[in-house]
């Protein structure tokens, strides 16, 4: 059996048979129906063969959806948690702000001789 196949449906479909004087050449219809038992073996023996590699490759395509509606699952989360950040950014200015006052507190703590670390 070879890997080649002999013909394809229209191949087939176009074929015409030599006629003689009892109806077609047999040792011609016998030829065609040799290679077409030949495509046939070669059709099966593929099939015999892809149908676990695709069997495998279903599996893996159903898989990989998971993970990717896992993913789109997570990036939803972190695009909504970085939404609060960035509204959080805008008030900057005032964190500034407290952020000289809690200085300034500390800097008085420290001058009267207490460390604000020690604080609970």
């Known amino acids: 059996m070879s890997d080649k196949i002999n013909y394809t449906s229209e191949s087939l479909l176009d074929l015409v048979f030599a006629k003689n004087v009892k109806g077609y050449d047999s040792d011609q219809v016998d030829t065609v129906l040799d290679e077409v038992i030949e495509d046939y073996a070669y059709y099966e023996k593929f099939r015999r063969e892809a149908t676990p590699y695709i069997v495998k490759l279903e599996k893996r395509v159903t898989e990989l959806k ?19 950040i960035k509204e959080n950014a805008n008030v900057s200015s005032e964190n500034i702000d407290l952020l000289k006052r809690i200085t300034s507190l500390e800097q008085e703590l420290y001058r009267r001789g207490v460390d604000p670390s020690r604080i609970k």
Not at 66 to 84: D, P, S
């Open 66 to 84: 998971e993970q990717v509606r896992n993913l789109e699952v997570e990036l939803a989360r972190y695009k909504n948690r970085l939404e609060g």
